[in-house]
């Protein structure tokens, strides 16, 4: 069975620091795919990257960056320069293949806190 | 845009009250879920479907049902509405196919307190 799990459940950070929030994952099929989503007080999930197995680069987004190590299984997700609007809780999630359900295994979410 | 709609973002009901959350989409997906939101615990999947009428349990369907009579709209309903369902409701969808990774879209959720 497949299981997510964010270890850090509250990050506290001052602006412009850099982040890394933390994603561990199991999972027997060899091809998956791994999601972060990004929760504002609005309440709404905001959806952030896709990454299958079978891509094992970084990618960067702006500020944003995730790494994914299928040897670890992890797939950290790192805010560069760390902004108030950054202040949200962020979802790593899991989905497996064959699942034509499209059915996400969610983590128990990392709240980050940016201080001014 | 994908637009998810959740009809109620805050609700108040009584202890075994009959309570229907509403959930609509606009971009012709045929995948919908009613996802429960509690702290520490992250989402979990209650039910979802994949075409009108079709249903599936997902990892706590007890003390829910649900509806999709038509393909832009799933409903979630408690027939019996209890304090331990007090949560954050979160509906979504996405594009059905043979194998996963489509994105699934939130809508913006619904806080239900049962007193």
């Known amino acids: 069975a497949q299981k997510v799990t964010q270890a850090q459940t509250e990050i506290s950070v001052v602006e412009k620091e850099d982040v890394t929030l933390d994603c561990v994952y199991e999972?027997?099929?060899?091809?998956?795919?791994l999601f972060w989503y990004k929760q504002p007080p609005s309440g709404e999930l905001v959806f952030l990257i896709r990454?299958?197995?079978?891509?094992?680069q970084n990618e960067i987004s702006g500020r944003y960056s995730w790494n994914f190590q299928k040897s670890t299984s992890s797939f950290n997700f790192t805010i560069t320069a760390s902004q108030v609007v950054d202040s949200a809780v962020y979802f790593c999630?899991?989905?497996?293949?064959?699942?034509?359900?499209?059915?996400?295994?969610f983590g128990g979410g990392t709240r980050l806190m940016v201080k001014p | 845009d994908v637009k998810v709609t959740q009809s109620s973002r805050y609700l108040v009901k009584r202890t075994g009250e009959k309570v229907f959350l509403e959930c609509v989409q606009d971009?012709?997906?045929?995948?919908m879920f009613w996802y429960r939101q509690d702290p520490g615990l992250g989402l979990r999947l209650i039910y979802f479907?994949?075409?009108?009428?079709?249903?599936e349990k997902g990892d706590i369907p007890e003390g829910y049902s649900v509806s999709r009579e038509k393909k832009e709209r799933f409903s979630l309903i408690l027939e019996s509405a209890s304090t331990n369902q007090t949560s954050m409701y979160l509906c979504?969808?996405?594009?059905?196919?043979?194998?996963?990774?489509?994105?699934?879209?939130f809508g913006e959720g619904s806080w239900l307190t049962v007193v």
């Open positions: 979504a969808s996405s594009l059905h196919s043979r194998l996963s990774g489509n994105t699934i879209y």
């Open positions: 999972t027997r099929d060899t091809t998956y795919y």
């Open positions: 990454r299958n197995s079978f891509d094992e």
């Open positions: 999630a899991l989905s497996e293949a064959n699942n034509a359900g499209n059915m996400l295994t």
């Open positions: 971009m012709d997906h045929e995948n």
């Open positions: 479907s994949y075409d009108v009428k079709m249903k």
